[in-house]
């Protein structure tokens, strides 16, 4: 297992090329301390875990590995399948033209489904495939708890919770976050 930046893996993600809608996800907060847990996973892409924390109101840091190369049955079953919550990974365009391309392409998905009998999931679909996501789906998340899934999950990666734990609070510690105002 190798540990990473989050946003390297991120970037791993991206670069799957792994159908962008096949994506689920699961986050909450940390079992152990500051910051959150998210897993990320796709049926051919395999799983990836996230954990990450805000240093300040402008920076996110954290860890991350990918935790399994495949998306089971046993492992999929604590992913999502469908949820009011969606999440979608952006990538920026290369250049200019790129995003004046993209932009055009948004703006005529919104036109089209605002003449058109739609459903919010047709839309965000759509506007995901319109700016080029390249990882979009349901998502569980829960700002102020922990969802069940995600200590199934906890519990079917113990060795890389622990692993990322560690190395998390180690920037934790380095950054000095963890100790509070006065």
Do not use: C, Q
């Amino acid at each position: 297992m190798k540990v990473r930046d989050w946003d390297d893996v991120v970037a791993d993600v991206v670069e799957t090329r792994a159908e962008p809608s096949g994506w689920r996800a699961v986050a909450g907060d940390r079992s152990l301390g500051l910051g959150e847990d998210l897993y990320l996973g796709h049926p051919t892409a395999g799983v990836y875990l996230l954990k990450t924390y805000a240093k300040n109101p402008f920076e996110v840091r954290g860890v991350g590995t990918r935790v399994a190369r495949r998306l089971d049955d046993d492992i999929g079953a604590y992913l999502p399948e469908e949820n009011d919550a969606r999440f979608a990974i952006r990538s920026a365009p290369e250049d200019a033209e790129g995003a004046k391309t993209r932009a055009r392409r948004f703006t005529e998905t919104v036109r089209a489904h605002a003449d058109a009998p739609t459903t919010p999931e047709d839309l965000f679909t759509d506007v995901m495939e319109a700016i080029e996501s390249p990882a979009f789906g349901p998502m569980e998340y829960d700002s102020t708890a922990r969802p069940e899934r995600l200590d199934g999950l906890s519990g079917s990666f113990e060795e890389a919770e622990s692993v990322l734990n560690a190395e998390l609070d180690d920037l934790i510690d380095d950054d000095e976050v963890g100790r509070g105002f006065y």
